[in-house]
């Protein structure tokens, strides 16, 4: 049964330091995403890839946040430095492509909490 | 521009009877919908999609919900509710035909089942 998977799951970190997240997409899958979850904005979009090339990342803050795809099995998400406001739960959905009617596959998702 | 209005922010059902959620949505193309569902701590699981073939579309664990075109609805429905149903439910639309299609969230319904 394949899944996106996420590392860390959880993760708690002092304000200004680097925090590093990470998701392995379905193998097959040339689409990944990343977006935030709170309890205030809901489900947000922060960035996107196809075939490892970003194609939007206009939902993210480009000061503090990086998104990279190394590799076609590894996305990164990157805050530098974080700060309280950045806590959230932060999900990769990996998909066969960015078509209308693609399904996005979740992984469980990164819980961050910046103290 | 496409977005998504789930008219409950909760619902609350007894172990046994209906379940309907409901979700409205608005599109300037032929629309793909999704439902998908969130379980405590836990990721975003696809209960099924519409993608313009048959109006009527069944997903797992007994879901299913019926695109209505004439009434920009997709509300899902369910004819006997489970103490494993409790969630949060998020309608989804995605509506480029061209380009590369993101997917609106809405802002969830969470469902709860009382013995």
């Known amino acids: 049964d394949a899944r996106v998977t996420q590392t860390p799951r959880d993760k708690v970190t002092e304000m200004g330091q680097e925090v590093t997240m990470r998701c392995q997409p379905i193998l097959g899958h040339n689409t990944v995403f990343w977006y935030r979850q709170t309890m205030m904005q809901g489900l947000e979009l922060l960035a996107y890839?196809?075939?490892?090339?970003?194609?939007?990342d206009s939902g993210m803050p480009k000061d503090r946040f990086s998104a990279e795809m190394p590799d076609a099995t590894l996305a990164t998400l990157k805050i530098q430095p974080s700060e309280p406001r950045d806590s959230a739960v932060y999900f990769c959905a990996s998909g066969p492509g960015t078509g209308r009617t693609d399904t996005q596959y979740f992984g469980p998702g990164t819980r961050l909490t910046v103290l | 521009a496409q977005s998504v209005t789930q008219l409950d922010s909760h619902v609350s059902v007894s172990e046994g009877t209906p379940v309907l959620l409901r979700c409205n949505y608005s599109s300037s193309y032929s629309p793909s919908l999704f439902w998908y569902v969130q379980h405590p701590n836990k990721g975003l699981q696809l209960l099924l999609k519409?993608?313009?073939?048959?109006?009527l579309v069944k997903g797992i664990n007994g879901f299913e919900a019926e695109f209505k075109k004439s009434e920009t609805s997709f509300h899902l429905t369910k004819p006997s509710a489970h103490m494993s149903d409790a969630a949060e439910y998020f309608c989804v639309v995605s509506d480029r035909d061209s380009g590369y299609s993101t997917l609106t969230f809405g802002k969830g319904t969470m469902l709860l089942v009382s013995p």
């Open positions: 890839f196809r075939n490892r090339a970003p194609l939007d």
């Open positions: 519409y993608t313009s073939a048959a109006t």
